[in-house]
């Protein structure tokens, strides 16, 4: 049965920091890409961060270069968004997605990914 989850989303202030993780199984998971994508109210789920395969090359979105980190453990079959000095622009349902040999340059496109989890909320307070 293939699940991916995403948890540890929830509410904090202007500058506060904010780890997500996105557990996966029911498939092979190291040989995977997997990205964080986000929605915020009335606008297109946008890419956010990508990580690769196990040669963990990593990708980000220029709104978060800075301030977000992308980590995989395959191990645990998990990765991870460490968040810090979040604004309020960054209020949103956070997804992390999971595909295999996308091309890697649209790896902000949302159709290139065959595998979701659920959301988990993040609110940022001003």
């Known amino acids: 049965d293939v699940q991916l989850q995403a948890s540890g989303g929830g509410l904090v202030q202007t500058g506060g920091s904010l780890r997500l993780s996105c557990a996966a199984s029911?498939?092979?998971?190291?040989?995977?890409?997997i990205s964080w994508f986000r929605q915020a109210p009335g606008k297109e789920r946008e890419g956010i961060s990508c990580i690769s395969d196990r040669f963990v090359s990593t990708y980000y979105a220029d709104s978060v270069k800075g301030r977000f980190t992308i980590s995989r453990d395959n191990a645990k079959n998990s990765v991870f968004l460490q968040m810090s000095d979040l604004k309020p622009e960054d209020t949103a349902v956070y997804y992390c997605?999971?595909?295999?040999?996308?091309?890697?340059?649209?790896?902000?496109?949302?159709?290139?990914?065959?595998?979701w989890g659920q959301g988990t909320q993040v609110t940022v307070s001003s």
């Open positions: 029911g498939f092979t998971f190291d040989d995977k890409v």
């Open positions: 997605a999971a595909d295999r040999s996308i091309i890697l340059s649209q790896w902000r496109n949302v159709h290139e990914y065959d595998y």
